[in-house]
Structures are given as C-alpha cells and as structure tokens.
C-alpha cells in the first residue's frame, strides 16, 4: 500500500554543522548513512544534539556548513513528497485540543490530499488502517485527551503510518509508556523495517536499544561512533560517549552475591538501565534462552 | 413596553444583521486564536490601528487602508521584535502595541480633523450608513470564506506546527495569512463596535465555544451562535436601556461565557481528569 517506493529510501547526513544563536555549536561536522530498512538508535546525553539532528532532518534548522540528503535530494525535496513522518514527544502536544483521534490520523494525510484537504475514499481508508495497526481503531472517537500514555504515542504512531512516509523519526517513543505499550511499539517499529523503512529513534532508554535497535549512533555534538548495535553499543564506547555524565552503579559480588557471583556495571541515562557484565558483555531481561540478542539484531541489518 | 419594537426601525435591523455578520466573523477567528495562544494578538492589532487612522486622514488616503497597514505593522512588528531578542511573544506584543497606541493618541492630538476618538474607541454601531454596510460585506464575506475553506490548514498549523512544516505545508503562509485576516476583520469592525471591545468579540466566543466542544467543527458553530445571539440581544437590551450597543453586545458575551464556565467547565474538567477511563486492556 505504500505509495513512496519504501526500498529506495536513504538518508544522508553529510559533515553537518549547526550554531546556536549565541554562536556555541550544537553539531560539528556529523556525519552518518543509513538506508532503509533499519532501526536506528539515536543516543546521547541531553545537550548532545539530538534534537537539533531531527530538527535538521526536518529542514527546521539549516545547517551552517554540510547537508542532509533524502535519497540524495534535499530535504526540502522529500518534505514535499511527504517521505518525513515525526512522532512527538507527549509533552509537546496541547491535549486539550478539541480534535478527535481520527482528526489528529486525518492531519496525517493533509499532505497526499486537496487545497481544501477533504478526506478522499482512500484517506479514510488509510486512516481507518493505519488505526487498526495501533489497535486503537475503537478509540477513534476519543477526544485525544481522554487517552492514556500509551494511548496517545499509538495515535501519533498512527499518523506517521497514516502519512506513508518512509523516514521516521520518533523522540522518546518509550517515555510514559506501559510495557504492553512498549512491546507494540517495537513490533510495528520492526514491521516497518522490513517494510524497507528507515526508523530513527532518539533516545535515553539505553536498556531497550539492543532490544529492538539493529543499528546506533552515538552522539555528542559529533557523532562519536555509529553502526551496527553489536560493534558500538559497547561500555567502553558508551563510557567514552557520555563520559562522566552517565550514573554509573558498580554493583560488586559483595553487593550482588546472588547474581552468579559476578559483578555487573549499570549505565543509566535516566530511564532502563543498560547492564554489563563483568567481561563486558551486555545484560538483558530475560537473558536466559536469548543469548543471541545482539547477534540477531545484526542478522536483521 | 414592547420587546420586539427594536425590529421596526430600520436602523436597527441593520445593526443587527451587520453587527452578526461582524460577530459571526470575529468568532471564527477567535477560535483559531484561544486555540493558538493568540487571544491577546486581536488587543494589540485593534490598538495598534489608531496612528494608522490618523496618519490616513493626514494623508487623505482611505481610513481603512491605513488600519489595516498599522495592523499588519504591528502583528509582524511582534513576531520581528520576539526573534531578534530573548523577549517572549506577549512582552514583545506589549511593547509594540502600546508603543504604536500612543502614537495614535499624541498623533489625533496634534492633528486636527472631524474624527471622533469615541466612535474609533467604542465605535457607532447605531450610526452605520449603507457604504459601510456594503465596506464589511465586502470583507468579511471573503475572510469567513478564506477561514472556514482553509479551517483544517489553519488548524493543524494551531495544533501541530512541526507536522504542519514536515508535510510540507506552507507554514509561513498559513500565519501570516491568519495574521492578515485577523488585521482585516479588526479594522472592518472599527466602524462597528470600536477598537476596545472587539477584543472581546474575538476571544470570548472561541472561549465559551471551547468548554462546550471536543471537537473543532463544533467549537465554530457555537462560537458563531453565541455570538449571534449576543449580537441581537445585545442590540435589543442597548435600545431599552439607552447603552452603547458594542458594550451590550460584549456584556451578553461575557454572560454567555460565565454560564458555560458554570455549567459546562466542571464537566469538561472532570472528563478530561480521567484519561483512558474505560480502556480495554492496553
């Protein structure tokens, strides 16, 4: 059903670099590839750039030197071929806004629709499917207030499917989010990908990236390693990307006596705790049974 | 005493059937602007408007023209002002709007002419004659036209500015084309009910509408119906008791609002506290 042919899709982000009004540097020369289809961790501290890379994806900042390329045309270009889907964080949404769950999936089509953007046979019925993937068909005449957490990421999610787009960048998807929630964003995450798309995620939930994530960028105001999950996301990578700036817990066997005996090292960045173990190896829920997690990811790049 | 014997004279019946056209106008738009956090953008504009009367006058050029110039001044001059410093929009908005008022009033001071501050002020809804008439038709029908075909656009731009731009939207079109209807609809309304009170007109019917709707369609309908019926009752209270007719209209408003608040903000409030009351499992 995708209209923008899905396989072609490429993002290019060359040598960018991006000021701040007081003239600090927000990114200096990044630079990464991706191609669809993939799920791609975004990971820094706060003050990173993080941001700043979405806002340049979407053509809201302009670079001072380098460019963004959207299967090689500017970003202007893809914008116009509405290839760009952004989910939202919750915080930025005004919830008390008089529009319903089918109006918020609607805006998702206003691009592909009319001058007068009248929903067609075929917006409604991609809104209506779109929906249906979220499982939030039922809710669709909820005033979008009157959704839970979880809820309210789906009908975004919704929107961005609705869209068509085939670049997806997702602030935060899990911040707010029950675990069921969590679960479904990750399935429909991985369909994407092997719908050919490529998915951005920005994010704190360091635990949950070699969950899902086939591929990561580090970021601090350069990009300090990017690539496949199994090669970057390693504590001494981590270590040196966030420097002191992530909580570390050292937990030793006389802390920890149960754990095997072994002594594991936590990195957190606010949210799930990312957990190594002694000889650097990373932990996981459910470890036991799943001890190819990391390689898996790689089998899906 | 007879209620309805307002409706007899002519006069009247056009000020009520003009002063709801102006309404009707105005509470379109105010619901665009209680939704985008504008509702104090209609204060400033209609302020900002009287060294634009008078300059007109000075120059011989028509009143409204000049307005509608110092309007749109003003409505860019605060976006202008809020980018190139670290000020936030209302102060930026503050400093321009009073800033160009005084202007007004020192200008209408030191110039001579037949105006009158009151009707500019409090405008003489009574006293409109056929040309004017004809001037508010010729604008309002066009800009409620432009609104309510460009409703959904305008919408999304209130609600979600960043998926407004990355769908390609022409954002930068859809705000200053909202800030040109509004300085439109102010200075056709001037005549009418005066720079002060249509402040009112263009916050008050978005934001009874606002407690009684969940959804935008709705909101526009009850925003224009309340302010239709503030209009006529308005212009019939002011003809019994002798009041200015702008203030009535603007005082039945208010009542409107204040009904609502009692009535429907509770309910609304406790339908919004329970999100997700009855889901299913998720």
Known sequence: ????????????????????????????????????????????????????????????????????????????????????????????????????????????????????????????????????????????????????????????????????????????????????????????????????????????????????????????????????????????????????????????????????????????????????????????????????LLKKRKEEL | MNWLEPLEYPFLRDAMMIGSLIAVMCAVLSCFLVLRGWSLMGDAVSHSLLPGIVLAYLVGAPLLIGAFLAGLLCAVGTGWVKNISRLKEDTAMGVVFTGLFAIGLVLFSKVPSDLHLDHILFGNLLGIGPAEIREVMWVAFPVLAVLLLKRRDFLLLCFDPVQARVTALPVRLLHYGLLVLLSLAIVVSLKAVGIILVTAMLITPGATAFLWSDRFDRMLWIASATAVCSTVLGVMISFHSDASPAACIVLFQAALFALSWMLAGRRGHRRRENPGGNETGI
């Open chain 1, 1 to 292: 059903m995708p209209m923008n042919d899905p396989l072609q899709i490429r993002l290019d982000v060359e040598n960018i670099s991006v000021m701040y009004g007081n003239g600090h540097a927000a990114l200096e020369g990044a630079s990464f590839s991706l191609s669809g289809g993939t799920i791609c961790a975004l990971v820094g501290v706060n003050g990173s750039g993080k941001s700043t890379l979405f806002k340049s994806i979407m053509g809201f900042v302009k670079p001072r030197d380098g460019m963004v390329k959207i299967n090689g045309q500017p970003v202007r270009e893809a914008l116009k071929k509405h290839l760009v889907a952004y989910v939202p964080q919750a915080e930025e949404v005004d919830w008390s806004f008089p529009v319903s769950v089918r109006d918020v999936v609607m805006m998702g089509r206003y691009g592909a629709m009319n001058f007068l953007r009248i929903p067609r046979a075929v917006d409604r019925a991609a809104v209506e499917d779109s929906l249906r993937r979220v499982g939030m068909w039922e809710f669709r005449d909820r005033q979008i207030g009157e959704l839970s957490g979880g809820q309210k990421k789906r009908v975004f999610l919704a929107r961005a499917l609705a869209q068509d787009g085939c670049l997806i960048l997702l602030d935060e998807p899990f911040t707010g989010v029950d675990v069921s929630t969590e679960d479904a964003i990750i399935d429909l995450l991985r369909e994407l990908r092997s719908e050919g798309c490529v998915v951005l995620v920005s994010t704190h939930n360091l635990g949950s990236v070699p969950e899902f994530c086939d591929q990561v960028v580090l970021l601090n105001r350069k990009v300090l390693a990017h690539g496949p999950t199994e090669e970057i996301f390693t504590e001494q990578n981590l270590t040196s990307a966030f420097g002191g700036q992530l909580r570390h817990f050292h937990f030793e066997q006389s802390t920890i006596q149960s754990h095997d005996g072994r002594a594991v090292k936590v990195l957190t960045d606010d949210e799930r705790p990312l957990v190594f173990g002694k000889d650097g190896h990373l932990e996981y829920k459910n470890r036991e049974g799943r001890e190819d």
